[in-house]
């Protein structure tokens, strides 16, 4: 049995094959899994847990019936899906995690976050974060209709696009100083986020102590995950269908 983790699936109606390729993962994985953590933006966009896409139904059926076999689940959300809910926790069985949030995996301590908090450099993102996670915020988005959440999702996803397109891929990376000021302060040697879409597995000597720091990948050209057994971690690739044009 193993531990599974995995972030930014960014499961969208408009991209079916990635929604089957998962499904298809879970069934697959099932016989192995020990706990699943989902480390954020396992949707692209998430307007309310009262108006989720019914295309997501089979998939949200699938997980629970994962929870209800004693799969443990685990939700952090991310910078997409940061407006799911209680009732979807319920639904679904997960349990949502706060961030950071720190567990023991086969013994050793890791520190999980989304990862959007260490790219402090991209200033104009960093106000963004800190408006839409205003419980104030939130409370009047949610207010609103669902189509109205829609227009302006699209919208906030459209601004979204032409930001990364004008800002340097470095500033949209973490700051190698913000990594290393929470792993000081957390006492943690093991760090897995997602967000930057950079797999890789970065290993640093900081203040005499061993560090490491997992990424996880993107759904998009193909599945990433990370398992976790006794004898250790390792990167994993899922295929995708090819998106025909």
Avoid: K
Avoid at 109 to 115: C, E, I, K, M
Avoid at 146 to 164: C, K, T, V, W
Avoid at 207 to 229: A, C, K, M, N, S
């Amino acid at each position: 049995m193993a531990d599974y983790f995995i972030a930014d699936l960014h499961l969208d109606p408009r991209r079916p094959a990635v929604l089957d390729a998962f499904g298809h993962w879970l069934e697959r994985v099932e016989p192995d899994l020990g706990a699943l953590y989902i480390l954020g933006d396992l949707f692209e966009t998430w307007i309310g847990d009262d108006a989720s896409d019914p295309t997501f139904d089979p998939l949200l059926d699938r997980l629970a019936d994962l929870a209800r076999t004693r799969h443990p689940l685990y939700f952090m959300p991310g910078n997409r899906d940061f407006l799911v809910g209680e009732a979807l926790a319920r639904r679904v069985g997960w349990t949502t995690l706060g961030e950071p949030a720190r567990i023991r995996c086969f013994g050793t301590p890791v520190g999980l976050l989304h990862g959007d908090t260490f790219c402090t450099e991209d200033r104009a993102y960093q106000a963004f974060r800190a408006q839409v996670r205003n419980p104030a915020w939130q409370q009047a988005f949610l207010s609103r209709t669902p189509a109205e959440r829609r227009a302006l999702a699209d919208a906030a996803r459209a601004a979204s696009q032409r930001h990364n397109a004008q800002t340097a891929d470095l500033l949209m990376d973490v700051t190698p100083e913000a990594i290393d000021d929470f792993m000081r302060r957390e006492d943690l040697s093991c760090l897995v986020h997602g967000h930057t879409h950079r797999p890789a597995v970065h290993r640093w000597i900081l203040d005499g102590v061993p560090r490491t720091r997992i990424v996880l990948g993107d759904w998009y050209e193909q599945g990433r995950i990370l398992r976790w057994d006794e004898s250790g971690y390792r990167l994993e690739t899922v295929g995708l269908p090819p998106v025909l044009t």
